[in-house]
C-alpha cells in the first residue's frame, strides 16, 4: 500500500487515511484538548502527508513519521496561540466512534459510570501539565510508544524522555491526589 501512496493513488492515499486517522487524532486531541483544533491539525499532517508522499519508505513503518508530524503541528499551535495550553479536557465519550475504540471493563453502568468520571478527571489533569510532560505520557500511556520510540518523534534523548515522563507522573499524582480512589 505504502508504494500506492507513494504514488498518489487516491483509493491508497484514503485507506492510509482510514488506517491513521484515529491514532492521529488520539495524540493531537490528547496534546491540544479541543476537538475542532485537533482536527485541524490532523488536516495540515495529512496535507504534508500528501505533499511529500513520494519520500516514504515503503519499507518502514510510517508511524513514528506520522506521530512526529502529528506533535510538531501541535505545538506550531501552541507557538500561535502564544501559551501553553490551559483549556480543560472535555469527556472522551463526546467523540462521535472514540469511545468504541477504548477498552471496555464491563457491563455494569455503575463501573461505566465511575469508569467514564475517572477518564475524565485524568483527561483534566493531563492538560493541566505542559505541553513537553504532556505529549510524552500521550505517546507513552496511549499509544504505547516505547521511550526510545519517543525520543525520536521529540527529538530528545532517551534518558531525557524517561526523566519527563518520571516528572510527568509526578505532576499527574499531586493534580490527581484524593480525586481518584
Given at each position: 500500500m505504502l508504494e500506492a501512496v507513494r504514488r498518489r493513488d487516491p483509493e491508497a492515499l484514503g485507506a492510509f487515511f482510514e488506517i491513521y486517522f484515529d491514532r492521529l487524532y488520539g495524540v493531537a486531541y490528547r496534546l491540544i484538548g479541543?476537538?475542532?483544533?485537533?482536527?485541524?491539525?490532523?488536516?495540515?499532517?495529512?496535507?504534508?502527508?500528501?505533499r511529500a508522499a513520494n519520500q516514504l519508505d515503503p519499507k518502514r513503518d510510517p508511524g513514528p513519521w506520522l506521530a512526529t508530524l502529528t506533535r510538531n503541528a501541535c505545538r506550531e499551535r501552541w507557538r500561535r496561540a502564544g501559551s501553553r495550553v490551559d483549556r480543560q479536557a472535555s469527556s472522551l465519550d463526546s467523540v462521535s466512534g472514540l469511545h468504541e475504540t477504548l477498552p471496555a471493563e464491563g457491563d455494569d453502568p455503575e463501573d461505566q459510570t465511575l469508569r467514564s468520571e475517572r477518564?475524565?478527571?485524568v483527561a483534566?489533569?493531563?492538560?493541566?501539565?505542559?505541553?513537553?510532560?504532556?505529549?510524552?505520557?500521550?505517546?507513552r500511556d496511549y499509544h504505547g510508544m516505547t521511550h526510545?520510540?519517543?525520543?525520536?518523534?521529540?527529538?530528545?534523548?532517551?534518558?531525557?524522555?524517561?526523566?519527563?515522563?518520571?516528572?510527568?507522573?509526578?505532576?499527574?499524582?499531586?493534580?490527581?491526589?484524593?480525586?481518584?480512589?
Open positions: 479541543d476537538h475542532q483544533r485537533a482536527e485541524d491539525v490532523l488536516q495540515e499532517v495529512f496535507l504534508k502527508v500528501h477518564e475524565r478527571t483534566q489533569a493531563l492538560m493541566k501539565l505542559p505541553g513537553t510532560l504532556r505529549e510524552v505520557v500521550v505517546l526510545e520510540e519517543i525520543a525520536d518523534v521529540v527529538g530528545a534523548r532517551s534518558a531525557t524522555v524517561r526523566k519527563r515522563y518520571s516528572r510527568a507522573l509526578a505532576e499527574l499524582r499531586e493534580h490527581l491526589k484524593g480525586l481518584i480512589e
